[in-house]
């Protein structure tokens, strides 16, 4: 973990120097972490600076060469459709903007170094409006599954997976949280801004907010990587002290402070964030725990131990990990287990549709 953290802090421009001289089974080892947390792209941005012993072997290096070229072009493709997804919805007078993604991309040193995984677009006019001109374009499947704030796009021959957000975020579990974040982003979704690719985005409190309560959800439901931890450290670094004044003064009302605490945490340990960009006192204890699984789990937990499973093993397991989650964020983990069984019982239709006990092995 100290090396990658040290290939990962120098690639970001943050250390100076890579002192390791790592062997090839070491190196083999770096890839795959990279591949794992979606961080191909970030990390050659420094493996291409090493030469001498300090450099992979050549093959990988040739491999590493290549995978990251085409994450640039994947991201040129992305951009591309974003600023045609913008022309559509203006062209049936809707207001969109992205959500993460590519608006964070242009935040990194090198913005076509993030590795993209889709595209989310927020739409205006809500759901029942939103839902019923996707339709009329053929966009969606009519009897495909509806998020709670988003839908997606049937497979197109582009291979850009698109989510359409007919509300600005997921929110958190915790329904009280969850209406004071919905308001505060309703009430900024008026500041955009048009970007140079021709896409608008949403203004820094916005996404702070945002991003915060997006990494919860996830670390909470399943897992969360390390892409979205550096976006959300180039969120900090590129806001005013006015932005996080007024997120931070906030984060009691979006029962976002504990949480906030520990990732504040992490970002220090792994990113040398400075205390003046925090939104709060960092937490040791919760920032270890959240810390320890980004790094074993992966991009969004798809590398958990227990994520190819079956139902049976997987259900226990989960929950095995919740109950040990619980005594870090007990708050948390009782509104997410809310959730989930509103969620049972209302995508129970589906499930018996799909013959499935679980949509996680649906293909939605």
Known sequence: MDKLISLLRFSLGISPEFEHKLTAEEWTEMSGMAHRQALVGVLFCGVRRLNGNYAPPLPLMLQWTAEAEKISGMNHAFNQKAKELTEMFADENRQSFILKGQANARLYPEPLSRQPGDIDIYVSGGRESVLKMLEDKDLI???????????????????????????????????????????????????????????????????????????????????????QIIDYYYLLNNSTKEDRDAVSAKLKDFKLKQFAAALMWLLKQIFALDESLMLCSPNERTGRRITQEIIQTGNFGWYSEFRNESFIKRFIKSHIRLMKLFFYFPKDVYWERMYYCWFIIKTIPLRIRHRKLSLKDVDL
């Open 141 to 227: 499947d009519k009897d495909g599954f509806v998020h709670y704030h988003h839908v997606h796009f049937k497979e197109d021959t582009d291979g850009i997976e698109v989510e359409v957000h007919f509300r600005p975020s997921s929110g958190v579990f915790n329904p009280f949280g969850n209406k004071h974040i919905q308001k505060f982003l309703n009430e900024r979704m008026q500041n955009l801004t048009l970007t140079d690719g021709g896409y608008y985005i949403p203004d820094m409190q916005f996404a702070l907010v945002m991003q915060l309560a997006h990494i919860e959800w996830h670390f909470i439901g399943s897992g969360i990587g390390l892409r």
